[in-house]
């Protein structure tokens, strides 16, 4: 029975996606309600799942590409529920459910193999490490989509062609104050992220910092964040210019996501951590 | 012959300065309306004076002498020689005086078609006319209640009213794209308009609560400031107010930028980036559109808002051939009624001759008939009376089938003639026909 709970989160998913596609064409606040309603039952689902997956491999279900996508739709979704409680803003579901229907496809695209879990993974250290880390992402994710919204809504009004978006994308000010909360919510649990990423590798491996590709990636992440924030909280950057930035940071974010997991890293790949050729 | 003739200025045909001049003094109408009223050549009269348009409006059998007139009265009004403005003037006279007249009250000769302020001016000028100096008559009375009409039928039968109304709604519906909320925002009204203070008061009414009104006459200011609750300020203090203010309605006259480029640049960072919006009313334009590059400013002069609202230009364009096709339709209709006017008298003598005979008649007939009761009396009466009634009722609505055909006065000579009224309708008709 459990085994099936990844399937039906995966199904609702996709078919919360559909109903918010739909939404944003008709605009029909019954379409959004019942996507949301669907959203969150899947969100329920999935993480039952992620917790059966922890409870079976005493580690993070992060320790494969399979189960990491999964995990930062997970994160993703978490997310935007929150921001949804907070916001009450029914267009930002239609540009993060179909990021984190891509991440779910990809997921399930990736054959399911049985995983021999070292035991250096089954440490608290780890799961606080990517816990943090995605959630983190995840905030990001949506100043990502926020900052995407941002530039669209902003185009119309600059260049006064207001097309079939002007209307159902929010005010400007909004979706600037959006980008900016998620950033400022994210960037400190990159932080812990890191700290404690660098405290399991002291722990496991000796040392703090050994200049692996995905660490130093990540350092410059961490870095453009930070220099984002500051120019967002000291010099008053907004708008266009901050969306911009915003979405330069994430496009480097999943760069060392996916470079870092597949291809540059040492230890941080999949390869190193199951040993089933980076899956 | 009898005229009906409209003189004037407005947005297109005169700038601002010269209009400016006419309707300097408050009791320019008042002063205009007297002197028509002792004028010999005017026979009835209104007078309109809005910041868009001057107009006199009058009936007078003789046109040169009237237009004269006309011309003195404005140079008297504006203390300027005629020739200053002379060529400024717009002279319509009878049908497309009508046509004009109805067009100003639909509001489709706007700056902004549309608009609906022009109609209470009309309505204004028109009570001025008709309670103080009494300089409406007949003609005047109808053509303005027609045009009120036109205008009420306009207003309901097509959607060009919407043009203006949406205008002010389109500005306030971008404020709402632009900004979180409206309450906490600051409204800065430079030059008075009516545009401006029409999207100023949407403004009002979807929150926003805080208003700065410049202007070049600062007794103007005050006045407006007073309508929304805000202060007044000079034009001076508008570069300090551009870090404090987050809307902008410029209206003014200037024939220059009052809002320059350097200006906003400046103050953007002292704002902390702040988004402003420009809403840039005039013609010629007071903003530098190049503020339109800048972060987080937004500039929307009124070709602009025109423009968003303009989704559907065929049927605009549908709804104003709409409008004219209605404008036409009531001229008609009024033409008409003037012609009836001309043998309006024709008509009278003729029931006034038949009425005459019947009494004349019947008093004979009754100081023979000694003895009869009185609902025999009455009988009579009542028998004499449909009897002159039906004889003249063909000939009567012959003369009014042909009131606006060419044959008319064929028509109302033989008339005349078969009942020999020439006497009494010459002197009734002396206006001629």
């Not at chain 1, 993974?121 to 943090?132: A, D, F, M, R």
């Not at chain 2, 200006?263 to 702040?274: D, Y």
């Amino acid at each position: 029975m459990v085994g099936l709970f990844p399937n039906i989160a995966f199904f609702l998913i996709l078919v919360a996606t559909g109903g918010f596609v739909v939404f944003l064409i008709k605009q029909q606040q019954k379409i959004f309600q019942w996507s949301y309603i669907i959203l969150l039952i899947a969100f329920v689902f999935h993480t039952l799942a992620l917790v059966h997956q922890y409870l079976l491999w005493g580690a993070a279900p992060a320790i494969s590409l399979k189960s990491t996508l999964s995990f930062f739709a997970w994160c993703i979704i978490g997310a935007y529920l929150v921001f949804q409680y907070k916001f009450k803003l029914m267009v930002l579901g239609s540009f993060i459910a179909p990021l984190a229907a891509v991440l779910m496809i990809i997921s399930s695209a990736i054959p399911k193999m049985d995983l021999a879990v070292r035991t250096v993974l089954k440490s608290t250290w780890l799961t606080v490490h990517i816990g943090t880390i995605f959630i983190g992402d995840a905030m990001f994710a949506i100043a990502f989509a926020a900052a995407i919204m941002y530039l669209i809504q902003e185009r119309q009004i600059k260049r006064k062609t207001h097309g079939s978006f002007y209307k159902r994308l929010p005010s400007l000010e909004t979706l600037d104050s959006i980008n900016h909360y998620s950033l400022i919510y994210g960037f400190p649990f990159l932080t812990v992220g890191m700290i404690t990423g660098a405290i399991y590798a002291q722990y496991i491996l000796g040392s703090y910092w050994r200049w692996d590709p995905k660490e130093i990636w990540s350092l410059i992440t961490w870095l453009s964040y930070a220099v984002l924030l500051h120019e967002r909280l000291a010099v008053g950057w907004r708008g266009r210019r901050a969306a911009v930035i915003s979405i330069a940071c994430f496009v480097i974010l999943i760069f060392t996501f996916i470079g870092g997991s597949m291809w540059l890293s040492d230890y941080h790949s999949f390869k190193a951590l199951g040993g089933h050729a980076g899956l | 012959m009898m005229k009906i003739v409209n003189i004037g200025m407005n947005h297109e045909s005169a700038p601002i300065e010269l209009r400016e001049c006419l309707a300097r003094d408050k009791d320019n109408i008042d002063r205009a309306l007297a002197s028509m009223r002792e004028s010999q050549w005017i026979h009835e009269g209104l007078f309109l004076s809005t910041c868009n348009r001057i107009e006199a409006i009058y009936t007078t059998e003789s046109a040169v002498e009237a237009e004269k007139w006309a011309i003195g009265l404005f140079s008297r009004l504006s203390h300027l020689p005629e020739e200053q403005f002379t060529p400024n003037l717009y002279i319509h006279e009878d049908i497309e005086a009508i046509r004009h007249v109805f067009r100003v009250a639909s509001s489709l000769d706007s700056m902004i078609v549309g608009e609906p302020q022009i109609l209470g001016q009309i309505k204004e000028a028109y009570h001025k006319a008709v309670a103080k100096e009494k300089t409406s008559g007949v003609i005047i009375n109808r053509l303005m209640h027609r045009a009120f009409h036109v205008a009420k039928r306009i207003r309901t039968e097509t959607r060009i009213a919407e043009a203006a109304v949406s205008i002010s709604y389109a500005a306030v519906e971008l404020a709402k794209k632009i900004f979180y909320e409206l309450n906490d925002k600051k409204v800065l009204l430079i030059g008075a308009g009516e545009m401006a203070e029409l999207a100023a008061r949407h403004l009002l009414n979807h929150g926003i609560e805080s208003f700065v009104v410049a202007n070049r006459s600062f007794e103007k200011a005050v006045q407006i400031a007073e309508t929304f609750h805000g202060k007044a300020v000079f034009l001076e203090e508008i570069e300090a107010l551009l870090l404090e203010v987050d809307i902008i309605i410029s209206s003014t006259a200037s024939t220059e930028y009052v809002i320059h480029y350097e200006q906003v640049k400046q103050c953007l960072r002292k704002r902390r980036n702040r988004p402003l919006f420009f809403i840039d009313i005039a013609v010629p334009r007071d903003v530098d559109p190049r503020v339109n590059e800048l972060g987080n400013v937004y500039l929307y002069d009124i070709d602009d808002l025109k423009g968003i609202i303009e989704v559907n230009t065929t049927l605009r364009k549908q709804e104003s051939i709409k409008a004219e096709r209605i404008i036409t339709e009531e001229v008609i209709r009024f033409k008409r009624w003037l012609e009836t006017l001309d043998i309006v008298p024709t008509i009278i003598s003729l029931k006034d001759k038949v009425e005459a005979i019947r009494k004349a008649e019947v008093k004979k007939s009754l100081s023979g008939l000694r003895g009869l009761t009185p609902s025999q009396e009455k009988a009579m009466e009542s028998l004499t009376v449909s009897l002159a009634e039906k004889i003249i009722h063909d000939p009567i609505l012959v003369l009014k089938e042909r009131a606006g055909r060419s044959s008319k006065d064929a028509y109302l000579d033989i008339v005349k003639k078969l009942f020999k009224l020439d006497d009494v309708v010459d002197e009734r008709i002396s206006n001629g026909s």
